[in-house]
Nanobody, 125 residues
């Protein structure tokens, strides 16, 4: 089992950058593929980016390509989401999630067994 705690959210202006962190507890962090999802008010939770357990592969939603970067540090049991050129439509609660898929990146929330509590990102125009 793994527990996840996100941090790094906040209120920024359009065009700014933010780096979200997700700290994981547990000795098996390196066995999980990890992902970031987001949920805006009145909308369903959506996949943003994912990374395999060894960091060898990443995958991004079309809305995140070229704008967001995902990385992980298995020694520090932390996964990151670097968000650049933020837009008001990026406003959402951002969640990190862990999946036992390991070497595959799922894009559906049901493929992830463990979730953090979320961190709010608000981008003003």
């Amino acid at each position: 089992q793994v527990q996840l705690v996100e941090s790094g959210g906040g209120l920024v202006q359009a065009g700014d950058s933010l780096r979200l962190s997700c700290a994981a507890s547990g000795r098996t962090f390196s066995s999980y593929s990890m992902a970031w999802f987001r949920q805006a008010p009145g909308k369903e939770r959506e996949f943003v980016a994912g990374i395999t357990r060894n960091g060898g592969s990443t995958y991004f939603a079309d809305s995140a390509k070229g704008q967001f970067t995902i990385s992980r540090d298995n020694a520090k049991t932390t996964v990151f989401l670097q968000m650049n050129s933020l837009k008001p439509e990026d406003t959402a609660v951002y969640y990190c999630a862990a999946s036992v898929l390991g070497l595959r990146i799922g894009v559906r929330a049901t493929e992830y067994a463990y979730w953090g509590q979320g961190t709010q990102v608000t981008v003003s125009s």
